[in-house]
């Protein structure tokens, strides 16, 4: 019995000892430097590049293409036509209505010859002048309604596009043109209803295109729709283009609408965050880093700004030179003995 309680005490002390010693054993971690370096805080949309004055332009009625008279990049002005539609049957129509109009009228004439020899009774010279102004109407609403088959031109402008073939079944909804001027440009963005508060006209964008690879493009919030789309829950934004701006209509574009930019923000690693859980009642986020100091760990909560995919924007909570550990583990204690991997700064 004495012998299983000195075995026992001797495993308790070796444990024990285990245990002080790996208290006391350098834990590895890698570090990097809190730096300063640019912060962006920003909005992000996709939108269009379109023409600052441009509109479609379709027919006014279904009918089958009978001839195009303009070409991509062709400046007409208002009123030019662009395009006529079979109005065959139409034009019938209108001749067989402005017979029955001359009819109507000539019988008008007679009866009034009738009524002022005392032939005719007055009602009926009144019921030839009904008859005569229907069929008039009817006859110049006939004429007017031919004009709906040919295309016009609603503005000065350039044919930016042309999607019209002769010969193909066109109908009222159908653009067959996009006239316009080829600039001033604009991108029109379309924005969560959560972040339009914070959208304001003069905020730079930052544009990035497929086109343009490895370029940023510049631009400017210039208008906000005032009433939002509830099915998309989203706002309508309208960026200012540069006159020089390389971008084409009709390319798709990803924007980045400047809220803040500060040029010497204290940033550490992302990876060094051990976040903690959003306050929605608090714009700003905190977190838990592990900061090395004379060879030992210590727990700081940071207040932090913008948090990107690579850097986080510290406001408060750490000095610029300070090492956060970039690889916080679970078994990390603060007051546990580190050493340093350095892995290079934050910047």
Known sequence: MLRRHILLALLVASLGGGAWLWWRAPVRVSVAAVTRGPAIEAVYATGTVEPLHWARVGPATRGRLTAVLVAEGERVSEGQVLARLDDRQARALAEEAEARARFAEEDLARTRALVARDIAARAQLERAERDARAARAAADAARQRLDEYVVRAPADGVVLRLDAEVGEVVDTTAALFWIGEPRPLRVTAEVDEEDIPRIAPGQRALLRADAFRGRVLEGQVAHITPKGDTTRKAFRVRLALPDDTPLMIGMTVEANIILREDPAALLLPSTALLLEPADPSRRERTGRVFVLQEGRLAAREVRLGVIGPRHA????????????????????????????RRTGGAG
């Open 313 to 340: 924007e510290v406001l408060a909570g750490l000095a610029e030179g300070e090492l956060v550990v970039t690889d916080p583990r679970p078994a990390l204690r603060a007051g546990q003995r580190a050493r340093m």
